[in-house]
């Protein structure tokens, strides 16, 4: 069974960085396609970013193109979600997901 632990969220100042992780256990993650996504309050959950399994190829949504970078570490069975240039408008609950399985969720604040 895929289980998924999600980390790195935090408070942070418009234009800073955050680097977000997704350990994965349960199933090899070059098997799996990953995605990030988020939930900000009041809001629908939306898509973020994805890499796929045998490629590793990556999709973004339209608005995090050149700010958000997704990545894996197959060695460490983790994937990432770099991002930068925040925006307050990022806060939101990100979270990983594979295939069907979620995890539970980190917390992103970008102040002004």
């Known amino acids: 069974q895929v289980q998924l632990v999600e980390s790195g969220g935090g408070l942070v100042q418009a234009g800073g960085s955050l680097r977000l992780s997704c350990v994965v256990s349960?199933?090899?993650?070059?098997?799996?396609?990953m995605a990030w996504f988020r939930q900000a309050p009041g809001k629908e959950r939306e898509f973020v970013a994805a890499?796929?399994?045998?490629?590793?190829?990556?999709s973004y949504a339209d608005s995090m193109k050149g700010r958000f970078t997704i990545s894996r570490d197959i060695t460490k069975s983790t994937v990432y979600l770099q991002m930068m240039s925040l925006k307050p408008q990022d806060t939101a609950v990100y979270y990983c997901?594979?295939?069907?399985?979620w995890g539970q969720g980190t917390q992103v604040t970008v102040s002004s």
């Open positions: 349960g199933r090899t993650i070059s098997t799996l396609n």
């Open positions: 890499i796929f399994s045998s490629t590793g190829s990556t």
């Open positions: 997901k594979a295939h069907s399985v």
